[in-house]
């Protein structure tokens, strides 16, 4: 999607270790925003940003935690992967307002073995 | 506590006939309502959005109703074509605050040729 990159775009990775997910953006948007999707579960609000340093818990912050030193980064951590945590992760960018909606990236399937 | 209740999870329609998806919403600040369309392998795009000083909003082939009195809303998709088949995200926000919307869990929608 233009303007905001997610890597990897697949990862598979073994209970215990540490996992980063980057998201990277062009748009020089103010809030972004970690998703996790699963099946019967929709999307759920893992972190958002809403400036450099600026952080807040989701819904689903267990286990995650994420830092924003950029304006166009931001990242996600797994500090220990757990088998729970295998899911499709979405970043997302809005203006200020986020009235214009939301810019997805093209998410990373992360499996946890 | 789910706010935002959507409805069917998933949904099989024939070439040419009408695909409807229903969102309910609890809370009465929610005062933008928009709705995303996901293809398999990408994320969510945002398709349309209402505001709840309007009961309709049309875009194409694509028309959300919004009952304001009955918390409802909902994205009707007429002569709906097999590249319509698509996983659909209803969303609530309400203004001030994080500006974070609240998503429902998603309909798969599969339309036949």
């Known amino acids: 999607d233009a303007g905001i990159t997610q890597s990897p775009r697949h990862k598979v990775t073994e209970t215990g270790t540490p996992v980063t997910l980057r998201c990277h953006q062009t748009?020089?948007?103010?809030?972004m925003y970690w998703y996790r999707q699963d099946p019967g579960h929709g999307l759920r609000l893992i972190h958002y940003?809403?400036?450099?340093?600026?952080?807040d818990k989701g819904e689903v912050s267990d286990g995650y935690s994420v830092s924003r030193s950029k304006t166009e980064d931001f990242l996600l951590t797994l500090e220990s992967a757990t088998s729970s945590q295998t899911s499709v992760y979405f970043c997302?960018?809005?203006?200020?307002?986020?009235?214009?909606?939301?810019?997805f990236g093209s998410g990373t399937r992360l499996t946890v073995v | 506590q789910q706010q935002v209740k959507q409805s069917p999870q998933s949904l099989i329609v024939q070439k040419g006939g009408i695909s409807i998806i229903n969102c309910a919403y609890e809370?009465?600040?929610?005062?933008?309502f928009p709705w995303y369309q996901q293809f398999p392998g990408k994320g969510p795009a945002l398709l349309i959005a209402?505001?709840?000083?309007?009961s309709e909003k049309k875009e194409g082939r694509f028309t959300i109703s919004f009952n304001k009195s009955a918390k409802q809303f909902s994205l009707h998709i007429m002569d709906s074509q097999p590249g319509d088949s698509a996983t659909y995200f209803c969303?609530?926000?309400?203004?001030?605050?994080?500006?974070?919307?609240?998503f429902g869990r998603g309909t798969s929608l599969i339309v036949h040729p």
């Open positions: 997302a960018i809005s203006e200020s307002s986020g009235i214009h909606g939301y810019t």
């Open positions: 748009e020089n948007h103010r809030y």
């Open positions: 940003s809403y400036g450099v340093k600026d952080t």
């Open positions: 809370n009465t600040a929610f005062d933008y």
């Open positions: 209402i505001r709840p000083d309007v």
């Open positions: 969303a609530a926000r309400e203004s001030g605050g994080s500006y974070i919307p609240t």
